[in-house]
């Protein structure tokens, strides 16, 4: 079906227009997940298992999908999650993303490792959004690079903590993301860029610089997909425990969020170490194939927490449908990631604005379904177990 012609009306709408808009390499980055992925698919499947009990004749005239969070007013319980290398997939792409959220009544995450800098989205934003940290071994880097956020009026920290080696992802080696690619393999690369035309001038021409915004300056080899994983590897630290947590807390006087917690064990953990809130994630997929489906460990968690600190989860979320299906097995809101960025593929800022308005109004019809008019009304009893 020519591109043009398809009238996007849900998230796997923008994934294949994103397919046919991007390069391979990137479609693939985004796209893929850790060995076979089957943690992966696991994580939409184990949503679409999950039954939602049809309630009638209530009134539902009137749905409110608001809710407060860390003193914010959100219009859902939804917020992008953060994307590495984002501003590859469409011109300066966080800085529309962050708009778009705005616009949507939503937070937006940036990367430590997005294209455009704190700085940019800063200028873009009219409101504080949130930030995104990996620990490196210089913890000297680590303190400037958060002191650049709160100068930047960030106030909410996500600390991703699930990524001490990077997973392996197979359709990036294939596709010689790290680097390690032929001669013949870089004529391939270099054909498919230039039969997306509209993608080169958008991003590869008007989009520069293409450089990691936020990093450049503490990156001192060059800015290349190579080099990036080889400052990764000298820089990401796979030492770090609880403790850098607590120090951590002591440094930031923001909201913090440990992102990537799959078990209740390390739950409870986040919540000694002083975390505002945890999100229930396997990373996408992208870390360690095999382990538990997000959803499937989130009422876990949240049982095992008894509310000492707040829910987040996010993998597999595709539609306001899941939302609420997330909502009612126990998180405050969750975090959409691939959702976003197939949106911003395919349509650039206005397709994330469309997909938020897509995802509300999946919100609206679900909760007038199931009988309920505010995301408060939303529990465990909405859930048909038999």
């Not at 430590?112 to 210089?138: H, N, R």
């Not at 010689?176 to 870089?186: C, E, S, T």
């Not at 006087?253 to 999100?279: C, F, M, T």
Request: charge should be neutral; charged fraction near 20%; glycine fraction near 10%.
């Amino acid at each position: 079906m020519p591109t043009m012609r398809l009238v996007p009306a849900c998230t796997s709408d923008y994934r294949l227009l994103a397919e046919q808009c991007l390069p391979r390499t990137l479609f693939d980055y985004i796209d893929g997940g850790a060995y076979s992925e089957v943690t992966l698919a696991a994580n939409v499947a184990d949503f679409e298992k999950i039954a939602l009990k049809q309630r009638v004749l209530r009134d539902v005239s009137q749905i409110d999908t608001h809710i407060s969070l860390f003193g914010d007013n959100m219009a859902m319980p939804v917020a992008l999650a953060p994307i590495g290398m984002a501003g590859m997939m469409a011109r300066r792409a966080e800085t529309q993303a962050v708009r778009a959220a705005e616009a949507a009544g939503v937070p937006f995450t940036l990367s430590t490792v997005g294209i455009c800098s704190i700085e940019e989205v800063a200028k873009a934003a009219t409101k504080p959004f949130w930030f995104q940290l990996y620990m490196m071994k210089d913890r000297g880097c680590v303190r400037e690079i958060l002191d650049r956020a709160k100068a930047a009026g960030c106030k909410t920290l996500l600390f991703t903590v699930d990524l001490p080696v990077a997973g392996a992802r197979y359709r990036d080696v294939r596709n010689g993301m790290g680097g390690n690619v032929n001669a013949l393999g870089k004529l391939r690369a270099g054909l498919d860029y230039a039969m997306h035309a509209q993608w080169a001038y958008d991003v590869g021409v008007k989009g520069k610089p293409l450089v990691f915004g936020t990093i450049s300056p503490y990156m001192k080899d060059g800015n290349t997909p190579a080099d990036f994983k080889r400052w990764v590897d000298s820089q990401f630290d796979a030492s770090v425990t609880w403790k850098d947590i607590e120090w951590l807390r002591e440094y930031w006087q923001g909201d913090l969020i440990i992102k990537g917690v799959l078990s209740p064990e390390d739950a409870l953990a986040a919540a000694n170490a002083g975390a505002d809130a945890i999100v229930v994630s396997n990373h996408g997929g992208r870390q360690l194939d095999g382990v538990s489906s997000s959803i499937e460990m989130t009422p876990r968690i949240v049982d095992a927490i008894d509310d000492r600190l707040v829910v987040l989860m996010d993998g597999g979320v595709r539609s306001g449908l899941d939302v609420i299906r997330a909502i009612a097995s126990g998180a405050r809101a969750v975090l959409i990631g691939r959702p976003w960025i197939w949106a911003m593929g395919a349509r650039g800022g206005q397709g994330v604005r469309a997909l938020l308005s897509t995802f509300k109004s999946e919100m609206n019809v679900a909760m007038a379904l199931t009988g309920v008019s505010s995301i408060g009304g939303i529990s465990a009893d909405l859930l048909d177990r038999s």
